[in-house]
């Protein structure tokens, strides 16, 4: 019988975005297939608090900095006093503590890249060169790491954020019930975001783009749902004001129930211009067959399939080209969801992630018994 693996995974991050869901979500898809996962993490920080509301053990240290030698041997001793097979570390930061107490530990290293912002190249940022494998979370992270972090391409593979196809089901849900949950009226034209609101998001081009709408299709009664929360938000609510969007805006803030929030919108919108792997929220809104338009930021062009949705460069008024041809039904798109099932389900994705975990232990106990 196969031992229990058991896996930490590091995160210095203080916020609570796509990145920290997925490190929490992937943690839980793991453990229902008999995976052990804990998490170490800084004490203020908010993915401390929805791993416990979730019954995983949490550590919690400094992470004071790249070389902090208190958490690298804190995270060593958690390795040996836990009996854990690998560490999985996140964001910068802890990848160089988690990196090290892993080699110190004589454990298993992955790295998880989660955005698609250039690595330094210098020979001296070697970190991502120790890890025993890589996640990314799109092709083209796992592409550029390979090019220009000199990153073995049998020891990296793209892993997208899996979703959970049972509950993004749309036959489950009911739009007019749906609507009425976000006190929408089902004469308006809903067009939606849900993205943690931080610049690269560029909440301004969405605000940008529901001005001119308004404008150029007087007919149409519009309304725009901003789902998220961030450090952007105070800038965002005076961008509203600015454009004298009040009467047609509505910033709710973070979100649970995105099943139904995508079920009420008629169309999903993601401006976003770098930064991004696959985003969760368009293949979420993929998922439930809604009209999408987004840019080509990091990985999104792996989720195109057969003109499932609308894509251009960040530019504003390309992006806005497409939304208003949308609203006109100028174009259409073709809803794909047999393909999201396939490569994007957390079915699948969790599959893959079992299979390198296995793997790389299986590889360290061959060469203990060599």
């Not at 004490?43 to 004071?64: C, G, M, R, W, Y």
């Not at 083209?140 to 049998?154: F, H, L, T, Y």
């Not at 009040?246 to 976003?272: C, K, R, W, Y």
């Not at 259409?332 to 969801?337: A, D, E, G, K």
Request: aromatic fraction near 8%; hydrophobic fraction near 40%.
């Amino acid at each position: 019988m196969d031992k229990k693996i058991k896996v930490l995974h590091t995160e210095w991050s203080d916020g609570w975005g796509g990145q920290e869901i997925r490190i929490i979500n992937e943690m839980l898809a793991v453990r229902e297939k008999g995976v052990e996962v804990f998490l170490a993490c800084r004490n203020h920080s908010q993915i401390k608090q929805k791993a416990l509301e979730n019954d995983i053990k949490v550590f919690t240290l400094p992470f004071k900095g790249s070389l902090d030698l208190k958490t690298i041997f804190a995270l060593k001793n958690i390795v040996k006093k836990e009996n854990i097979d690998i560490i999985n570390t996140h964001s910068g930061k802890d990848t160089w503590v988690g990196g090290l107490a892993a080699k110190i530990a004589g454990v298993k290293f992955i790295r998880t890249r989660h955005l698609s912002n250039p690595i330094n190249p210098s020979r001296l940022n070697l970190i991502n060169e120790l890890a025993d494998f890589i996640f990314t979370t799109g092709e083209s992270v796992r592409d550029a790491m390979i090019k220009n972090n000199r990153i073995n391409p049998d020891k990296i593979i793209s892993i997208p954020t899996g979703i959970d196809a049972n509950i993004f089901d749309p036959k489950q849900y009911d739009r007019k019930k749906c609507r009425r949950i976000f006190n929408i009226n089902n004469d308006e034209v809903i067009v939606g975001i849900l993205a943690v609101l931080r610049d690269f998001k560029r909440h301004d081009n969405f605000l940008k783009i529901a001005k001119k709408l308004i404008y150029e299709n007087p007919d149409k009664k519009f309304r725009f749902i901003i789902a998220g929360e961030g450090p952007k938000r105070k800038s965002i609510e005076k961008m509203i004001t600015n454009l004298n969007l009040e009467q047609h805006t509505d910033m709710i803030g973070h979100i649970t129930n995105v099943a139904e929030f995508l079920t009420a919108i008629d169309i999903f919108i993601l401006p976003s211009d770098k930064n991004e792997g696959v985003p969760q929220s368009l293949i979420q809104a993929l998922m439930m067959e809604k009209k999408c338009v987004s840019t080509t930021a990091g990985s999104i062009n792996d989720l195109y399939s057969n003109n499932n949705f609308l894509f251009s460069t960040p530019n504003i008024d390309e992006i806005y080209s497409n939304v208003n041809a949308l609203v006109q039904d100028l174009i259409s798109v073709q809803p794909n969801r047999k393909y999201i099932l396939q490569y994007f389900s957390k079915q699948e994705i969790t599959k893959k992630i079992i299979y390198t975990y296995r793997k790389l232990i299986d590889e360290k106990a061959d060469k203990l018994n060599k």
